[in-house]
């Protein structure tokens, strides 16, 4: 997980295992206290190393942020491949995918709120890498929408709107985790929000089929 940021260390399994340790404590403090507010030798203190080790692994705190909106959208492209495998038919797949990308957004649910607050604090480039990232995410939902249109389970809808639709309201159980984690759990969240948003998208086999997997 490089992203051209440079470490001093060159052993790819130590960099990895320590970057890890430094996202986890950043996550918590940025979330807590917020990015600008959050020094390194917060970070430094919050992880227990030194303030020199974390130079050996980031140039600066915008390293930090940085690396931890990338680990976010890495969690997508891990989860949503990992929950689809053995699935089959392609509605039940779409809604694995749906529920996966939820799931990472409830393990990580201040690092999703950190996106939204602070990708505008970073270099363009690295802006534009995030912006990249996403993308590739969003192809993922996509995919599985496509496929729920050829198989005849959804009409032809507007994928790319539909897939934003999704992510939208995936990021909304992190954004509002405050109401709706008291008030249902996520599964009740995701099968809830999928009877709104398929509503007017499911053919009539296709809602047959969606009948059964809710069942």
């Not at 430094?22 to 959050?38: C, M, P, Q, S, W």
Request: one cysteine or more; proline letters at 2%; glycine letters at 4%.
């Amino acid at each position: 997980m490089n992203f051209k940021i440079k470490s001093r260390v060159e052993v790819p399994e130590l960099i990895e295992r320590r970057r890890s340790q430094i996202i986890k404590a950043a996550i918590e403090l940025f979330g807590k206290r917020g990015y600008h507010v959050t020094t390194i030798r917060d970070i430094a203190k919050r992880a227990d190393v030194s303030i020199g080790l974390i130079y050996q692994y980031v140039s600066d705190k915008e390293d930090v942020l940085f690396l931890v909106l990338i680990e976010v959208l890495e969690s997508y492209k891990r989860g949503i491949p990992a929950a689809l495998k053995g699935i089959e038919e392609p509605l039940d797949r779409f809604c694995a995918a749906v529920r996966a990308y939820c799931t990472v957004n409830d393990e990580k649910v201040e690092a999703t709120v950190l996106a939204y607050r602070e990708t505008k604090s970073l270099r363009k480039e690295r802006r534009n890498i995030i912006k990249q990232k996403e993308i590739e995410t969003n192809r993922l939902i996509a995919a599985c929408i496509q496929d729920c249109i050829r198989a005849g389970l959804f009409e032809k809808v507007d994928v790319e709107l539909f897939t934003y639709q999704i992510v939208m309201f995936s990021h909304a159980w992190a954004l509002k985790a405050w109401h709706f984690r008291g008030r249902m759990s996520l599964d009740q969240y995701v099968w809830r929000g999928l009877t709104l948003m398929l509503g007017p998208v499911l053919t009539a086999r296709g809602a047959r089929v969606f009948k059964a997997l809710k069942s």
